[in-house]
């Protein structure tokens, strides 16, 4: 069974910075492109970064960029995204999912709140 | 980018009858390699969302067969036979096409 779970969300202050992982598992990790996809409270969903399995490549969404760093450790079987830089629109819950070949995202971890507040 | 534009945001459906929303595309979603990537998702209440729909009309696995993808190049439909009480929700529409860049349609929520 595909299980993705996701920590590292809370509180922070504008201009501060966050690290939320992923541990997956149910599958084989190296073998997958990730997402990051974000929804903030009451909104749609918004795509954020994904990854190439291998990490060589790491594709953002425009209002990320520069702020936001996507990583995995396949030998831990993880994703990771390092956010800086933080502004109160970044607040959302932050979901992991997976990226398959042929059909788009395919599974959903449960999500991380992160809230950007002073 | 390609943008996705959904209709109607909202529908209030009955139970046991059918219930249908659009997906439109700002740009013909058909890739260089022939396949549409269009997928389907809902989110119950409370939930993160799951896959229904991948392909236009591929069902995922689990997915229930009450729920059918229809359409091509820039306009798709979800619809669904015999609405039930479990389908209460918000569906979205996604366009894979652009990989690995993906966007979103708004989203339209089903209340009964």
């Known amino acids: 069974e595909v299980q993705l779970v996701e920590s590292g969300g809370g509180l922070v202050q504008p201009g501060g910075s966050l690290r939320l992982s992923c541990a997956a598992s149910g599958f084989t990790f190296s073998n997958y492109w990730m997402s990051w996809v974000r929804q903030a409270p009451g909104k749609g969903l918004e795509w954020v970064a994904n990854?190439?399995?291998?990490?060589?490549?790491?594709y953002y969404v425009d209002s990320v960029k520069g702020r936001f760093t996507i990583s995995r450790d396949n030998a831990k079987n993880s994703l990771y995204l390092q956010m800086n830089s933080l502004r109160a629109e970044d607040t959302a819950v932050y979901y992991c999912a997976r990226d398959s070949p042929g059909v788009g995202i395919d599974y959903w971890g449960q999500g991380t709140l992160v809230t950007v507040s002073s | 980018d390609i943008v996705m534009t959904q209709t109607p945001l909202s529908s209030p459906v009955t139970l046991g009858q059918p219930a249908s929303i659009s997906c439109s595309s700002s740009q013909s979603l058909v890739h260089s390699d022939g396949n549409t990537y269009l997928s389907w998702l809902q989110q119950r209440p409370g939930q993160p969302p799951r896959l229904l729909i991948y392909?236009?009309?591929n069902r995922f696995s689990g997915v229930p067969d009450r729920f059918s993808g229809s359409g091509a190049g820039t306009d798709f439909t979800l619809k669904i036979s015999r609405v039930e009480a479990e389908d209460v929700g918000v569906y979205y529409c996604m366009q894979a096409t652009q990989f690995p860049l993906y966007t979103f349609g708004q989203g339209t929520k089903l209340e009964i």
């Open positions: 392909k236009i009309s």
């Open positions: 990854i190439k399995p291998d990490g060589s490549e790491k």
